[in-house]
């Protein structure tokens, strides 16, 4: 029934009669032609029209899953980039907390719950935290570890995310509790519009997604079309959330340099060093986290395609 599979397989594939049954137990080598996937039905079996229908949707699906360039040849040159981008992506997220954690505890003196100034130092470092260490790893793992599972990969994808919700609440109620002790008005600055814009962006990220790919996951065969028709929005979204988050962030640390340093600011003093050099990271995963999503396939998954039941 499918060119390029033996004939063993097709008989034993003509006899299934549930579709998505036949589709997790066999593993179907596409052939592309301008980047559309070509799937021939052969007189022998004569499959039904929703048969074929149902399998090319299936495979679509897949084809958004990878993404895949079909004339990306894997050689050495793709092997370093793939690997490059991984690493510092990887180094970059984690550099951001560290130097804000390390920022907050040596120049602004820690933090204590009591006292309100040194509550807000919870808000940059939660922040940071959640939105971009958090969230980027979870973009990150998402589109590189196609090795495993796609069900595995999409509980840690939910998992950072998840983890990252007390960290975003809890810096927001730092920030919030500190402002009315000191008697600071909240949501007048583009920071904090940015803010609010993000989190709710983020939290219908999250209740999109986790609805769309995992509770849909209980009627799969019946929702598979809608999955599969939400995966490029939620990506989208997924990095414009990620993209804001960023903006937010060095919007906030320029208007705390301003307050905090004033005039020393332009003195290029240490902290002012430190705070620039926060945000400097921070544009440079604007750059690479989206290009690590572009290039989301792993050498390994290049040219074949195993459809799997998720």
């Given at each position: ?36 996937t070509l799937l021939s039905c052969t ?31 894997w050689n050495c040159g793709a092997w370093?980039e793939y690997i490059l981008v991984v ?224």
């Open positions: 029934m499918l060119d390029g599979v033996d004939s063993p397989t097709r008989a034993n594939y003509s006899n299934k009669q549930d579709v998505s049954r036949s589709v997790s137990t066999l593993s179907l080598i596409q052939h592309h032609h301008r980047g559309t007189p022998r079996n004569k499959p039904t029209r929703n048969y074929c229908a149902t399998i090319q949707d299936h495979l679509r699906e897949q084809r958004l899953r990878y993404d895949d360039d079909d004339d990306r040849v370093f690493v510092v992506s990887s180094i970059l997220l984690i550099a951001a907390s560290v130097l804000t954690i390390f920022w907050t505890i040596y120049y602004r003196k820690g933090f204590n719950m009591d006292d309100p100034k040194l509550q807000f130092n919870l808000h940059p470092v939660l922040m940071i935290g959640g939105y971009v260490t958090l969230s980027g790893f979870s973009i990150l793992l998402y589109r590189i570890c196609r090795c495993c599972s796609h069900l595995i990969v999409k509980l840690c994808h939910t998992f950072f995310h998840a983890c990252s919700i007390p960290c975003i609440v809890i810096g927001f109620m730092a920030v919030w509790d500190s402002h009315n002790q000191q008697q600071i008005p909240n949501f007048y600055s583009l920071h904090s519009w940015l803010g609010m814009i993000t989190m709710g962006l983020f939290a219908l990220q999250f209740v999109l997604g986790f609805f769309s790919f995992l509770i849909l996951l209980c009627c799969e065969n019946a929702t598979y079309k809608f999955r599969s028709t939400m995966v490029p929005i939620h990506a989208s979204f997924g990095v414009a959330t990620f993209m804001l988050a960023i903006a937010t962030a060095v919007t906030g640390l320029t208007q705390k340099a301003h307050f905090e340093l004033g005039e020393n600011y332009s003195q290029t003093i240490e902290e002012g060093i430190i705070m620039n050099s926060i945000g400097v990271i921070l544009a440079g995963l604007g750059i690479i986290i989206p290009f690590a999503v572009r290039r989301s396939n792993s050498p390994a998954n290049c040219k074949v395609y195993v459809t799997e039941r998720i």
